[in-house]
C-alpha cells in the first residue's frame, strides 16, 4: 500500500482554560493508504504540529514531515520503523517533528492491522494482552476538602488507585501539601492506590521536594510523578535515593526512546510513562516497555485525552503481566468523549482490556470532527500550504 | 521597560536545496520595549517556530510563547532568567518552544546591552572577551579530490583549522571515507587542524564509526563530531572509550541545559557544542559554558547562519581564554551575508574578535528584510493569528 494522503482534524473545546487539563484541544491524524483509513492523535499544540508536517524545507535535515511521509510504502510493521527512521533524519532539526510523527504512526499501526484483520498488538507480537488496572487521574482540589471528595468520587466510581496531580500541590507551604495528601488517603480508605504528580514544580529543587517526602510515605503514595523538569536527571536520581518507601515516576515528555532510558539509567525512575502521542507513537513506546522490563522498571502509559489515544497508548505494554497500572482519563473534557463512537469500559473487576477488533479498535466519530473542528489555513507567500479538511 | 512588541521576519533564499547548509533561510526576531529595538535569530523551521509564538493555548502548560513575553518587564539580565523560566514552564508541553524563545531571548540581551550602552559579554559579568580563532565550516566534497581542493580553499583563504562535514561521508564504504580524510589531511597541510563532523549518520551504531577511527587518528583529527543521534548518549561515551587521540563533540541539538549537561556528563564529550538559537539563547549557552569549563570540557559554538547568530553565539564563552576555537560560517548564502550590515572579521593573525558596541554589536538591514522576505499568514477560525510584517 502506498500512503496516499494524511489529513490533520485539528479540535478544540469552545473555551480552553489554564487547567492542567490535556483533553480541552487535540489533534487527530487520519492516514489513507491503499484504499484504506487509519486513525491516530498527536499530543499538544495542534497548530504547531500541522505546521511541522507543512513547513518549507529550511536544509537538508529540516525537511516537513509530509517529505518523509507521502508515497512511502506501509505493509508491514518494519515499514512504520523505515518510516520513522527517515522522519528522524530528514527532520533532525525541526524540534516538534516528532510530536506530529508520533499520531502518524499510531494512524499507521491502525491501518496495517485492520488491512489484516488483526488488532495493533498482534503485529507488535504479543498473543494475549494482559488486563490492566486503570488509575483515575484527577487534579488536586482547591482545598483539602475538595480533595477528599474528589477521593471518595473516584473510589465510589469504581477506581482503586487514584492519582492526585497539579492544582495547588508544590505551590505553597508544605503544610498545605501534608493537608492535601491526608485528605487523598482519608477519600482514598486503607486500601485506596494513591499516586501524586507534581507536575515538575520544583524544577530540580531535591531539598524542597524532599521536605514532602514525610507526608508521601506515611500516606503510602506509590509513585511521585515528575517532581522536576523532565531533563532534570540528577534531581530525579537524587530524590529517589532518599526514599525507599516511594518510587519516583517520570518520561511523558520523552521525544525519543533514548530519553526515556536516560530517565531509567540515569534519573532511576521506578515507573516510566510514556505517551505515544509525544514519544513517536507506538513502535517507540514498544522499545521503552521492554528496555524498562529488562531493568526492572514499571512502564506505565501517560494518556490524558481521547479512547484513540488510550488505545494506542496500552498496546506497547499490553503483554506486560506485571506492570498492572494505566492512566485512564476519568474527567476529559466532552469533547474528548464525543470524538470516538466506542470507548474502553471498565470490566465489573475494575480493570481493562484492550480492543479486540482490527487496529487500534476504536473509530472517530465524523460528527464530533465537524462540532469542534477548528479552522486553520496556513499561507506562505501566497500559497495555501494547509487548510483544515471540510 | 515593558515588552511591548515581538516580530518574527521569516527571510529564505528563493531556493532552498537539501544540501546541510542552515543559512538557506533565517527567522530573525525583533523585540521592542522601552522604544528600544533589539534583534536575535532562531534556528531552523521558521514557520514552525513562528507557530509556537502563536498558537492558541491547548492548557495551562502548553501555552504560546507569547503569553509568557509580551508586557514583561526587562530592565536586567535577571529579567531575562525570569521570563525563560516562565516560558520554560507555561510551554513545558510545546516542543518547539526553545527554538522560539532562543530567538527572542537574544533580541532581549541585545536590547539590554543598547539600553545600558555595554556589549552583552559585559553584561554577563565578562570584562575582557578572549580572541577566538575560526575553523572554516564546510560540506565534505562529493569526490576526495573536490575535499582537498576544499582545504586547500579554506588554507588560502586565512584559516588555519578547517572542519568537514556531511555530504557523502559515513555512507558508504569505510574506504570512501578514509580517502576523503587523507585528501582533508593532505589538503591542509601538516599543521592545519583537522575537524570532522559525521552528522549522525551512524544513530547508535558504535562499531560502524569506530571503523573510521584509524583514519581519523592518522590525520591527527581533533574531534569528530555528532557521530550518533543527539540523545544516544552511551554510544557517544562509547565511542570516545576506544581513543584517547582524538575526542568526540556533540550538543548543537541540546534544547535545554539538562541536555547539554548530559552529553558532558553521561555521554563523555571532550568538546560541547551549543547553538545559542536552540538551547534558549544566551543565558543558557552561558551556563553550559560554565558547566564545561568545571569538567574540562570544551565549550564552541554551533553557528551556521548570520553573524547576528554568530556575535550572539560567541558572547556565552567569551572569557574561556583557553577554548579559543569558534565556528565560523565561512561559505553561507547571500542571505545570510546581506543580513546584517556589519560583520565581524579575522584580523590579520586570522582571530575574531567580539564587537565592542552596546548589545550584540551587529545591525540588521532592512534591505534584506524586504528582500528575502517570505510572506506568512496563519489563521485560526477566521482570526489572523500571525502576518509577517510589512
Redesign the interface.
Known amino acids: 500500500m502506498k500512503i496516499d494522503d494524511v489529513d490533520f482534524f485539528y479540535l ?1 473545546m469552545p473555551e ?7 483533553s ?2 487535540a489533534l487527530v491524524v487520519r492516514v489513507v493508504a491503499g484504499g484504506r483509513v487509519g486513525w491516530g492523535e498527536c ?6 504540529s ?3 508536517y ?10 516537513p514531515v509530509r517529505d518523509s511521509v507521502l508515497g512511502e510504502t506501509i505493509d508491514k510493521p518494519d515499514d512504520i520503523r523505515r518510516i520513522a ?1 527517515k522522519v ?2 530528514n527532520s ?5 517533528a ?2 506530529t510523527w508520533s499520531g502518524i504512526e499510531m494512524a499507521l499501526w491502525d491501518l496495517l492491522g485492520k488491512a489484516r484483520g488483526e488488532p495493533v498488538y498482534k503485529l507488535l507480537g504479543i498473543e494475549r494482552p494482559a488486563r490492566k488496572t486503570p488509575y483515575a487521574s484527577r487534579l488536586f482540589g482547591n482545598s483539602p476538602d475538595e480533595t477528599l471528595a474528589g477521593a471518595r468520587e473516584s473510589r465510589a466510581a469504581g477506581f482503586r488507585a487514584v492519582k492526585f496531580g ?1 492544582g495547588p500541590f508544590g505551590t505553597g507551604p508544605v503544610q498545605d501539601d501534608v493537608d492535601h495528601l491526608d485528605a487523598a488517603r482519608e477519600g482514598l480508605g486503607e486500601d485506596g492506590i494513591l499516586l501524586v504528580d507534581a ?2 514544580i520544583w ?1 530540580d529543587d531535591v531539598e524542597a521536594a524532599a521536605l514532602r517526602l514525610p507526608a508521601l510515605e506515611r500516606n503510602r503514595t506509590v509513585w511521585l510523578e515528575e517532581p522536576f ?1 523532565a ?3 540528577d534531581a530525579y536520581a537524587a530524590l529517589g535515593a532518599r526514599t525507599d518507601k516511594l518510587k519516583i515516576a517520570g518520561g511523558e ?1 520523552a ?5 526515556a532510558r ?1 530517565l531509567i ?2 534519573g532511576k525512575v521506578g515507573f516510566i510513562q510514556i505517551d505515544c502521542g ?1 514519544i513517536g507513537g507506538i513502535g517507540p513506546a514498544r522499545q521503552v516497555a521492554e528496555y524498562a522490563a529488562e531493568r526492572g522498571v514499571t512502564y506505565v502509559n501517560h494518556t490524558f485525552t481521547t479512547h484513540l489515544a488510550l488505545s494506542a497508548s496500552l498496546q506497547p505494554y499490553a503483554d506486560l503481566a506485571s506492570d498492572t497500572i494505566c492512566e485512564f482519563p476519568v474527567t476529559p473534557r466532552q469533547l474528548a468523549i464525543d470524538l470516538t463512537t466506542n470507548h474502553l469500559k471498565l470490566d465489573s473487576n475494575g480493570e481493562l482490556s484492550l480492543p479486540e477488533e482490527p487496529g487500534l479498535g476504536i473509530d472517530v466519530s465524523p460528527e464530533a470532527l465537524a462540532k469542534y473542528r ?9 500559497k495555501s ?1 494547509f487548510k483544515s479538511p471540510a
Open positions: 478544540s480552553v482554560t489554564t487547567d492542567a487539563d490535556g480541552q484541544d499530543e499538544a499544540s495542534p497548530l504547531v500541522i505546521a511541522a507543512v513547513t518549507p524545507m529550511s536544509h537538508g535535515v529540516c525537511r527512521a528522524a533524519y533532525m532539526d525541526l524540534l516538534q516528532p510530536h497539579w507536575g515538575q524544577i523538569h531533563g532534570a536527571l515528555a521525544h525519543d526512546v533514548f530519553m536516560h539509567d540515569f509525544r477548528v479552522d486553520v489555513e496556513i499561507k506562505v507567500n501566497g500550504l
